[in-house]
């Protein structure tokens, strides 16, 4: 996997904890024309998509205060989450998103403990540049247009003006490695992926809705490529879903201004909530175990952030912008309603061919014209809810006709000759309103899942479904619960669904703000459910089919919860019985001598905090009056942590004082030696606890730090295993709890 290259390299990808996680890696010279200076960088790709960057100037004794900045500005432009720079042995760490303007670093931190965000990094400076830049471009084209036509279709005039904004961009981004388009061979692959990439396509074999005056559209680009590209950006570096992503917020801005409603410019960039879930990067990291560069199939596209993203992931032995061009032709297919989502989305796909290889030898060699035609074949407008069997349902010839221009029908046939194997994933989340009667009566009769109120997402998604192919379809959550859903649900049960993949529910979040993901692929008896909870831990299990609630929605809770809850309960008492209703809150002692030892409960989003010190928790939601030592490990420990998020979650009207005045506490038999010994471990493992965790606020080296962690771990594992003795807990289910709770909560402030 990896190349042969400097072994300071290699000494960076160890000691940033990425040998295990490297997908792809490719060599680059980065030009950094205003200091006449050459840098070779490697790119990085790991296993969840995300990039890193490693700037090779071993052979160097020291660069410019300029050219470092110059890296970390390259840095922002790709999005990638990080950066390496060696220099003479010395190795150097940039994190890019956690500031505004990130700094370097000798200490080096091993990646996965300091990234916390999704797959891409957007700098808030370089979107607001690009969103600037783009407003301008627009202005200048559509002055351009107005000056030609006047006034004219709306619809007509943006896509034209998108159109000329591409080019202008792709030019800019040639352009900024030196080629003069003046002298480029006008049959070259150059001119022709630039024309690709920015003309407006057709629907079906039809042509263009709207084909653009060769003189105006040479007027358009000529003024654009005019304009300066503002800084910090660096066009040709900037990455292409960045790109399509600022072309998707100009065209949001531009429809909002012809609305009336409030323009838009990023001024804090925030990454897509589906590609920041863990369900997106659970999906990507097992379709880089076990698919690995299938055709791919999105019937629902919108602007191809999701393909562009998966295909990061494709490795093969393409040497060229043209094979890797060949390779998107032949494997990506695709498709969207929309004229400029389609637009957008060959735009950015042949960014990715390219690939920064913008100087490459075949780029100026004749073009076959063959690729270009299964390419845009292969990426195409229409919209798979539909066939041309919709004009059926009109009385009317004319309404008719109007119904196919507007949804566009998809071609039936046009994914009969995909190879196989092939791999479908989709994220349909857009929503479009169905007015017209006629519509609803057509997809009434045409899926099962119809209800007159459901996202049309849940049509796309039963499309998936019912094709033949291995399927990943990315849902917001909420479809487990509304009502309108219920049959889609229906649906699902006696489908080829094999897994359902999903975000814990947090009770103070909406199930539309957490993700899931549907995967189809042969019947079996049984769906498997995982479960990503609060804490980032990840549970597996199976529902049997049958079993799946007919009517209401589902919560696709683990079975075998409600029996370690029967053990819990069974013989226990609550825990205001166990303090013989001795719970306090912080305003009834606000009066009393605070002198002895507390013990504070709090509701957090994380669980149940625990504070036990001389002074209670003035915040606390629970004070209990101590010491009482078994009390307190009985209390942090994985079980009652499981059982608070669990009632939590199934009880939200509830109050954190019930909630926590409810919590079952096993009352030791005082009699039994065997429970005598149970609390005693418990109670000799707690003080061994505190000391530790008073040591480690002291440890200052990682050693220490970490050799104190692992001990605490086992600690806290002994006091775990006590507690579910005492409960008599089996051990399979203690193991799922450990791994569901993820660690203690547990404060010792003595």
Known sequence: MIPDIHQDCIQVIRKAGLLDNICSLRKRNLIIKDYNHSISCFYVTLDDLRKVIIWDCSKKSDISDEIKKELIIHLKNTGACAGYRIISSTISQVING?????????IIKPLPELIQTGILCESADISESLDTYLDALHRTLSGVFYRTYGESDRERRELLVLSGILETVTKKIFESSGIDFYTVPEHSWISYLVTCGSAIPGYLKDKPPYLPDPVTHSMMVREGCS?????????????????VRAFSRLITRVRDRNTGKKVY?????????????????????????????????????????LLLLLLRSHTGKEDSPRDRFSRIADTVFCSDPSFS????????????????????????????????????????????????????????????????????????????????????????????????????????????????????????????????????????????????????RKMIRRSRVTQIILDEHPSERDLSDTWSCICAGNISSSIGITRFTNNGCMVSY???????????????????????????????????????????????????????????????????????????????????????????????SSLIRWYYRYISKNQPSLHPEQLIAAIPVHQPDWYSPEEMEHVRQITKSLHRLTFLKQRRECARSFHDKERIRKNIQQIEEVINKEVCSLYQIPKTLQDRLVIRDGGMIHHFLR
């Open 341 to 488: 989502s389609v637009l957008l989305t060959r735009f950015g796909l042949i960014l990715h061919a390219i690939d920064g290889d913008l100087r490459h030898p075949d780029l100026f060699q004749l073009c076959e014209k063959e690729q270009l035609d299964m390419f845009r074949s292969h990426i195409r407008v229409g919209n798979i809810l539909f066939s041309k069997e919709i004009a059926n349902e009109y009385l009317s010839v004319h309404e008719a006709q109007a119904a196919v221009h507007s949804l566009r029908p998809s071609d039936e046939d046009w994914l009969e000759n995909i190879p196989r194997p092939a791999m479908l994933i989709t994220a349909p989340c857009r929503q479009k309103a169905m007015k017209d009667p006629e519509v609803h009566q057509y997809l009434c009769k045409h899926f099962s899942s119809y209800s007159y109120d459901a996202m049309t997402a849940l049509y796309t998604a039963e499309y998936a479904i019912r094709m033949h192919h291995r399927s990943f379809i990315f849902l917001p959550s909420a479809w487990l619960s509304d009502m309108h859903a219920g049959p889609f």
């Open 98 to 106: 956690q500031t505004r303007d990130p700094k370097y670093s000798n």
């Open 265 to 305: 410019i990023a001024s804090n960039c925030d990454i897509s909530s589906l590609i920041s879930s863990p369900v997106f990067f659970h999906v990507i990291r097992y379709i880089n175990e076990s698919e690995g560069n299938p055709v791919v199939i999105d019937p629902q596209s919108g602007d191809g952030e």
């Open 542 to 636: 199976h529902l049997n089919r049958d079993d799946l609630p007919g009517e209401d929605g589902w919560n696709l809770e683990d079975p075998l919860e409600r029996v370690v809850l029967s053990y819990l309960l069974k013989d226990s008492v609550s825990l205001s019985e166990y303090c013989l209703g001795a719970l306090y809150t912080p305003e009834d002692l606000s009066e009393h001598n605070h002198d002895g030892c507390w013990i504070s409960l709090k509701d957090t989003s994380d669980g149940l905090l625990i504070t036990a010190g001389d002074t209670y928790e003035n915040a606390a939601d629970i004070i209990i009056k101590g010491p009482d030592e078994y009390l307190e490990g009985l209390l942090g």
């Open 227 to 243: 304009l300066p590209v503002p800084e910090p950006i660096r066009i040709h570096l900037i990455d292409p879903v960045i790109l």
